[in-house]
């Protein structure tokens, strides 16, 4: 089964910047697609990017594009998200997540229903 663990939350002022890391264990790390959501109190769980297996293929929602980048360590079977001029609105929990298949097509989604297996999640708060 695969497991994820993510890190590197905390609290940034506006502005800023937090590297968010996912350990991924349990599976072969190098056939999995991995997503970043993340859930604001009140509001349904967002896809904000995603890589495929051979990081190949990324993508990322509007809100977060040009300022996000994904990015994944094969040696650490690790995905991170670089977040960039952090807003007060990009407040929430990040989780990671893997689908429940091999990447056959070196492709991702941004779609929470794509995915089975989540991380906890971290918490990033964005305030001055």
């Known amino acids: 089964q695969v497991q994820l663990v993510e890190s590197g939350g905390g609290l940034v002022q506006p502005g800023g910047s937090l590297r968010l890391s996912c350990v991924v264990s349990g599976f072969s790390f190098d056939h999995l697609a991995i997503g970043w959501f993340r859930q604001a109190p009140g509001k349904e769980r967002e896809g904000i990017s995603c890589?495929?297996?051979?990081?190949?293929?990324?993508d990322y929602a509007e809100s977060v594009k040009g300022r996000f980048t994904v990015s994944r360590d094969y040696a650490k079977s690790t995905v991170y998200l670089q977040m960039n001029s952090l807003q007060p609105e990009d407040t929430a929990v990040y989780y990671c997540?893997?689908?429940?298949?091999?990447?056959?097509?070196?492709?991702?989604?941004?779609?929470?229903?794509?995915?089975?297996?989540w991380g906890q999640g971290t918490q990033v708060t964005v305030s001055s």
């Open positions: 890589v495929s297996s051979s990081a190949g293929t990324s």
């Open positions: 997540a893997a689908p429940d298949l091999i990447d056959l097509v070196d492709n991702c989604g941004l779609g929470p229903l794509e995915y089975d297996y």
